[in-house]
């Protein structure tokens, strides 16, 4: 019933885009005749929330607007357009119209389209890409993950180097997952094909985001806000260690169902601790436990951070991830120590090994705070994408 439901959205989206398609070109014609009247910005950034990162780039970036049409249910976030409604079908609904209008008119305002994840304002994105450039404007993607991470190439990849990976957990886990490789890998090929045909620069992580992209990929610097850095000395007085987890879902890269077998056999051994594990919640709740926790267990079978990861870390937290700058260079060299690099077979020892060394946790909690601050503010991630921008001829 599923993918016969899938089957059916997939063929009123393309229905649906024959209907886009002539509406952009109006939008575009009807609001260049006031042009004259359109105030101009330079980078238009959307249209897809993931992890705080549209918002954040439209911090870094001046001049600019942000756009998201696909609401995030973990964040609150403000953009400059935006459709919030929470009833799936109104929002479909919405978006036939909302989001080809919206690209008409912001391609008379602004020369730079700046693309996080892998959708557009038009039901199918290429048609985004085909249409701007028939206008002569810049176009950026910058891929999350899942959007353009094949399952076929990673797991080779990691079949040769005898390692266990996320994407073998890939079976019926939400809907944007598929049981057959090869349909999940068709979509892959598409829209790798499409940004090295229009894109003008690519942002992802080539080694953990592992594509079929042929073009030149820079590596991303994931955003975090000075008010997310909290130095909190207090809490390593310790009376109860706080460990803290928190996958979204809970099987695949965070590696939860080994963390959940490694805290009931730590608890048998009679360690004392409050495990607490968080699922399906608002980010600001996740940041309010990250204030009192002492170790972060972060996820175990990707090679970079990520974006909890990162939070972890400014809130003076000690993190155990499997983020391995000697796998992946996409890593700052200098991050010896800003994390205990623990593997998904290591997490029982590295776990143990901070509750037996308790000055340990508060070490690495504040190598982590140092790393973070130095790599991962708005302040240095502004300057770090202006630089490859004006390297590429984009501003």
Same mark, same amino acid.
């Given at each position: ?10 063929? !009123? &989206? ?5 209907? +886009? ?7 575009? $014609? ?25 918002y954040?780039?439209?911090?870094? %970036? ?6 998201? %049409?696909?609401?995030n249910?973990?964040?609150d ?11 799936r079908?109104?929002h !479909? ?12 008119y ?42 353009i991470?094949?399952? &076929? ?23 944007? $997952? ?22 003008d ?9 592992m ?5 030149? +990929? $820079?590596?991303?610097? %994931? ?15 310790i ?12 099987i695949?890269?965070?590696?939860t ?33 990250? &204030? ?6 972060? +996820? ?54 901070? %509750? ?5 946790i ?9 790393y ?24």
């Amino acid at each position: 019933l599923i993918k016969k439901f899938k089957v059916m959205k997939k063929i !009123f &989206k393309n229905l649906m885009l024959l209907l +886009q398609i002539p509406l952009l070109f109006f939008s575009y $014609y009807f609001f260049f005749l006031f042009k004259g009247f359109i105030s101009k910005i330079k980078f238009v950034i959307g249209t897809d929330e993931i992890s705080r990162q549209i918002y954040g780039i439209g911090k870094v %970036l001046d001049d600019s607007i942000t756009v998201c %049409l696909r609401k995030n249910k973990f964040f609150d976030l403000k953009y400059n357009f935006s459709i919030n409604i929470d009833n799936r079908f109104l929002h !479909f609904f919405c978006l036939i119209f909302y989001g080809p209008i919206l690209l008409g008119y912001l391609a008379n305002k602004s020369d730079v389209f700046f693309y996080v994840w892998s959708r557009g304002f038009l039901f199918n994105r290429d048609y985004d890409f085909k249409f701007l450039k028939s206008k002569n404007k810049k176009i950026i993607c910058f891929f999350c993950g899942d959007d353009i991470r094949s399952l &076929k190439l990673k797991r080779s990849y990691m079949k040769n180097k005898n390692l266990d990976t996320g994407e073998n957990y890939y079976t019926k886990i939400g809907e944007n $997952y598929y049981t057959k490789d090869d349909k999940y890998d068709d979509e892959k090929k598409f829209l790798a094909l499409s940004a090295d045909t229009y894109a003008d620069l690519i942002f992802s992580f080539p080694i953990d985001n592992m594509s079929y992209l042929k073009s030149k +990929q $820079y590596s991303w610097r %994931l955003i975090t806000g000075k008010e997310f850095f909290n130095k909190n000395h207090e809490k390593f007085s310790i009376s109860k260690i706080k460990i803290l987890h928190a996958p979204s879902p809970p099987i695949g890269f965070k590696g939860t169902p080994l963390v959940r077998a490694v805290i009931k056999k730590l608890q048998i051994e009679g360690y004392v601790f409050d495990y607490v594990e968080l699922q399906n919640v608002k980010n600001k709740i996740v940041l309010e436990h990250l &204030k009192s926790a002492h170790i972060v267990l972060n +996820q175990f079978y990707s090679f970079i951070p990520g974006v909890f990861g990162i939070e972890a870390m400014a809130s003076n937290c000690a993190v155990l991830m499997s983020a391995d700058p000697s796998i992946d260079n996409d890593i700052i060299e200098d991050s010896e120590n800003a994390w205990l690099i623990t593997r998904y077979w290591e997490i029982y020892d590295n776990l143990k090994y901070l %509750l037996d060394n308790p000055d340990k946790i508060k070490f690495y909690a504040d190598k982590g705070h140092e790393y973070a601050k130095k790599y991962h503010t708005s302040d240095v991630m502004g300057e770090y994408l202006n630089n490859i921008l004006k390297e590429n001829s984009i501003i």
